[in-house]
């Protein structure tokens, strides 16, 4: 199983950001993927969730309204289109896939404890 972030970079205030996951060595059906992010001396944090049925998501307060999860299983990629960024967004971004069940059981999707498998992260930079 293996997850492959990308997509981060340095943009402005207000501007946006594309993230990508591409996944291989497993169904991505069978499972939830999610979005995290870290910088240092903090927890890492749940920023949004999406299991396999693609209406069930999860969002972090802090960017609902500027940041939408999607997934395309036959490409076995999964995104995250980040809008409206500021200076908190700034971050280590992380994605992570879970099997499908634990993700649909869970009470708090967006907690990192549940994600079994996770890729390498991708930095966001949001500065003028």
């Known amino acids: 199983v293996q997850l492959q972030a990308s997509g981060g970079g340095l943009v402005q205030p207000g501007g946006s950001l594309r993230l990508s996951c591409a996944l291989s060595g497993f169904t991505l059906n069978d499972y939830a993927i999610g979005w995290f992010r870290q910088v240092p001396g903090k927890e890492r944090e749940g920023v949004s969730t999406?299991?396999?049925?693609?209406?069930?998501?999860y969002y972090a307060d802090s960017v609902k309204g500027r940041f939408t999860i999607s997934r395309d299983n036959a490409k076995k990629m999964v995104y995250l289109e980040m809008n409206s960024l500021n200076a908190d967004d700034t971050a280590v971004y992380y994605c992570?896939?879970?099997?499908?069940?634990?993700?649909?059981?869970?009470?708090?999707?967006?907690?990192?404890?549940?994600?079994?498998?996770w890729g390498q992260g991708t930095l966001v930079t949001v500065s003028s």
């Open positions: 992570a896939a879970t099997f499908d069940p634990i993700f649909r059981q869970a009470t708090i999707k967006g907690d990192p404890k549940i994600y079994r498998y």
């Open positions: 999406i299991g396999s049925l693609k209406s069930d998501t």
